[in-house]
């Protein structure tokens, strides 16, 4: 991680507040090392207790740093960049400053206009920039993420970004265009496992486990079928389903139960929906 000396936060909410929480559990930077800034001091208080520097003013962090994750809500970018305003070229440095945005929905091309023409006297040349999805297991150095690089990004900066991701899950370059079917498969994606779990965990209070158990037990059932996939990426699903379906047995009588009652059309419709309400959000962004 020698490419990044320091790194600025836009935002301190929940995501932000996830890539910080593994970047120090990783090493790969230190509480000196990050700077970040939110409107409201609520927010700041863990950061603050952490040891980071925190501001109220998005513009110290602009000057503090040249790689800076924006995470912060679509709808507050406008207002975001109207506290910074112009940024003089003395704060320019070796490098071109790097934005990284994780705005949900937000194209790269909304994002550096909008840069361009509130920070950059109207000169797209003065800085680089990205779009990175992660989701929320990056708190726990198991997260995803998917990135798209800015035309005028370097190598230099695609190994930056790399630098943060990669060391908090896995991480993939992947054309822009699919960034929200991306999002829906594994940020939103995240989200229908809770259900799934809590499921099971129903299903076996039922039957008299405690909750407490049944809660961790399926939870860690969940950890080993995902941990089955990823230790050989040549296997298939179907044939790991098969594997544990003895005929006439336990688990291919419940499979049948989830056959029934249309288990893979309702994860499919949900990704589907996700992903249609990603681009959706990207399409409101361009009337903003």
């Known amino acids: 991680m020698s490419l990044i000396k320091s790194l600025g936060f836009i935002g301190a909410g929940n995501m932000a507040s996830s890539i910080r929480s593994a970047l120090f559990k990783s090493g790969v930077l230190s509480a000196s090392q990050i700077y970040v800034s939110c409107p409201d001091k609520v927010y700041l208080k863990d950061w603050e207790r952490e040891g980071c520097n925190v501001t109220e003013t998005n513009k110290e962090v602009i000057e503090a740093t040249n790689t800076v994750i924006w995470a912060i809500k679509p709808h507050h970018l406008a207002d975001a960049v109207q506290d910074i305003g112009p940024v003089p070229r003395t704060l320019e440095r070796e490098s071109k400053p790097f934005h990284i945005s994780i705005l949900a929905g937000m194209s790269l091309l909304t994002f550096k206009n909008t840069l361009t023409t509130a920070m950059y006297d109207g000169n797209h040349d003065r800085f680089a920039v990205a779009r990175v999805m992660p989701n929320i297991a990056v708190r726990v150095g198991s997260g995803c993420s998917v990135y798209a690089m800015g035309d005028d990004a370097t190598e230099e900066h695609r190994q930056t970004l790399v630098g943060i991701f990669a060391k908090i899950g896995l991480c993939y370059q992947v054309p822009e265009d699919q960034i ?24 076996a209070v039922k039957h008299g486990i405690p909750r407490d158990i049944s809660v961790k037990l399926a939870a860690q059932t969940m950890k080993g079928a995902a941990e089955l996939i990823l230790s050989d990426s040549s296997t298939h699903p179907g044939q790991l389903k098969d594997s544990v379906c003895s005929p006439g047995g336990t688990t291919i009588a419940g499979v049948t139960q989830l056959e029934k009652f249309g288990i893979r059309n309702a994860i499919i419709s949900a990704i589907e929906a996700a992903t249609e309400k990603g681009n959706k959000i990207g399409r409101d962004t361009l009337l903003v």
Do not use: T, V
Not at 180 to 203: R, W
């Open 180 to 203: 929200n079917a991306y999002c829906a498969l594994f940020s939103s994606g995240i989200g229908f496992m809770f259900p799934i779990l809590e499921a099971m965990s129903d299903g």
